[in-house]
């Protein structure tokens, strides 16, 4: 299976599951159409650009991905009936043909990447390295630049492709004969200031008006989920992001309408997770049983799993989990929804505290950026890496919202880390598709409006957590606060203040199973793996092999680099199904030696 590392070439793997691909081009010529269409893709010709589809169906607004349009739940790929009033949570990108131009837009998080640029815009940084064929040397040392999470993403407005982009949410392209990207929806405010620049923070009662308005769009986000007449299922831990999930569908008295789930990371809070999830579903009334009927299975390779990984992800993703090499998945006769509780950090602070941000208040400039990049762990053994990476960081934060770098920080974290990492990577055939409906243009408003000191103690979250079940956000969590909310004047009394409410494990629910309505379709045994084995050999033979090809891009495979490698492989239990240090090294090794495949230097 080690060949699904190999030099010779890299083959596109289309999207499945809810998603398809595509690639706009307004520079169309006989050896492109010859290429994609070797790559099973069609055509259509518009005036002054071409579209290259696959997997998605013919039709004026074409939809890839999940999403929620105008209080309507939808799963690609599919045709809308008409173009949305209202920005849309989901993940999902949205293409509109006029009789004048084409449209692409993607959900309000851009939680389904979009990248343009070069006469381009596609959905796959794959397909844009195809079409474009020529490699951004500084684009790919600026998303390898730090040995750490600011790395583990793409983490530039410029991208590894030369002259391509990565589109941010709230952001539309029109594709004529040319390509123009602009902002549609200003999903992401700026904090508020008077006439002079000033800050002007909201005042409590403004504050708790626009986290009621956050509720109110969340419970919509929700009950368009639950009557979409599919089986919904509701990630549920003992942390506080899947918590104002729950709250929602609590609020609206459906809990008999979902089916939770609580997935055990080993290298996580596990235990503590299944004990609180446990007792909110029992206190609350809920199930954890039936899950969507089975009818059969997905089976594949370990080795064409790395292939689709490398495909999909090209350089954009680097996290590296166990679970992305299952070669068994289920499939149901109707594909469900899971709701995930991915948006709680958007509302908090959280690159601040890793970027060692303590004055939030200091203001932005490129050194003040240059200085807290280069505490997180640079290459600093090669510093033509940093050289090359520092102008497009300096780019990207000068075009982010916000006057102060804690503001910057925070913006970045939303159009990146959070876009990447709770957006779509590799899509799945599976029983379910997945969506975070806790997304709310209202309660960014209301964070971005709060003293930075507020913001910082994750005040929005218990908040909206207690408007939607007031009992909720003070049941425990698997970390507890470390402030006291009711020190500030933001704060309005509520019965359960001084209390931590806790509700005994109650492990029993799990096994309270269903009957099923048919016979059981026994699930194939799945390849078993050698996970450390794998990391490895993935990084060290990318490594020699980007060693080996004396290009520009080889500085990047350095002694200190192999070392760290090693010295993480060393540490590493294979066993955990989760994130790993190893696997993000060897993921970002294997990138560049794709990016080599794919594209001249």
Not at 24 to 29: A, L, Q, V
Not at 149 to 154: N, P, S
Not at 244 to 253: K, M, P, Q, T
Not at 514 to 540: A, E, G
Request: charged share 25%; with cysteine; net charge negative.
């Amino acid at each position: 299976m080690y060949d699904a590392y190999g030099p010779d070439s890299l083959d596109f793997v289309p999207y499945d599951g809810a998603c398809g691909d595509f690639l706009i081009t307004t520079k169309d010529s006989e050896e492109l159409r010859a290429k994609f269409t070797a790559l099973g893709a069609e055509v259509m010709v518009r005036n002054g650009h071409t579209v290259y589809t696959w997997n998605l169906p013919r039709g004026q607004h074409i939809l890839s991905g999940t999403g929620i349009f105008d209080g309507k739940f939808a799963i690609g790929p599919a045709v809308l009936d008409r173009f949305p009033e209202q920005p849309g949570v989901g993940m999902f990108n949205l293409l509109s043909f006029w009789s004048d131009k084409t449209t692409v837009r993607s959900d309000i998080c851009a939680h389904h990447s979009l990248y343009y640029g070069a006469g381009i815009v596609t959905n796959r940084l794959h397909l844009a390295a195809l079409a474009v064929g020529t490699l951004d040397l500084r684009g790919a040392f600026a998303n390898a630049a730090f040995n750490s999470v600011i790395c583990h993403q793409l983490s530039t407005i410029a991208t590894p492709v030369e002259g391509v982009n990565v589109l941010l949410g709230g952001e539309e392209v029109e594709i004529t004969n040319t390509v123009t990207a602009h902002q549609r929806d200003a999903v992401f405010p700026g904090p508020p200031t008077d006439a002079n620049g000033n800050p002007e923070y909201l005042t409590p009662d403004e504050y708790h008006a626009l986290v009621e308005k956050g509720a109110e769009e969340i419970i919509a986000n929700v009950q368009a989920i639950l009557d979409s007449g599919r089986p919904v299922l509701c990630d549920i831990s003992g942390g506080r992001d899947s918590r104002i999930v729950l709250a929602a569908v609590v609020a609206l008295g459906r809990i008999r309408d979902v089916v939770f789930n609580t997935k055990v990371t080993p290298n996580k809070l596990g235990d503590v997770d299944l004990a609180i999830a446990t007792g909110l579903v029992k206190e609350f009334g809920g199930s954890y049983h039936p899950n969507p009927e089975v009818i059969g299975w997905d089976i594949t390779t370990p080795r064409d799993r790395l292939l689709k990984r490398r495909s999909h992800l090209f350089g954009a993703y680097h996290f590296f989990a166990k679970t992305q090499l299952n070669t068994v998945q289920e499939l149901a006769e109707i594909k469900g929804v899971r709701m995930l509780g991915g948006a709680g950090e958007i509302y908090r602070d959280v690159f601040q505290t890793f970027l060692q941000v303590t004055d939030r208040r200091e203001p932005y400039d490129p050194d003040t950026l240059s200085r807290h990049l280069r505490a997180r762990d640079p290459w600093d053994d090669t510093p033509e890496i940093l050289t090359a990476a520092m102008p497009y960081y300096a780019d990207t934060f000068d075009r982010l919202p916000g006057e102060t770098f804690s503001q910057k920080v925070d913006s970045h974290y939303f159009f990146f880390r959070n876009s990447y990492h709770y957006g779509i990577k590799m899509p799945k055939i599976g029983i379910a598709e997945d969506i975070n409906p806790g997304v709310s243009i209202s309660l960014l408003k209301a964070a971005r409006g709060l003293p930075p000191e507020v913001k910082a103690t994750g005040r929005v979250v218990f908040d909206i957590t207690r408007a939607l079940c007031e009992k909720l956000a003070y049941v425990q969590y698997d970390k507890p606060w470390d402030i006291d909310f009711t020190q500030s004047d933001y704060h309005r009394p509520s019965q359960y203040d001084g209390q931590v409410l806790e509700f005994p494990p109650a492990l029993e629910v799990l096994d309270q199973h269903v009957p099923s309505k048919r016979p059981p379709v026994r699930r194939p045994d799945p390849v078993r793996i050698d996970f450390k084995d794998i990391c490895w050999k993935m990084f060290s033979e990318n490594f020699d092999r980007l060693r080996a090809q004396e290009s520009d891009l080889s500085i990047y495979a350095s002694d200190k680099l192999y070392n760290q490698g090693k010295t993480a492989w060393e540490k590493m239990d294979g066993n955990k199904a989760g994130i790993n240090r190893p696997g993000a090294l060897a993921s970002r090794m294997q990138a560049f030696n794709d990016f080599l495949t794919v594209m001249k230097g």
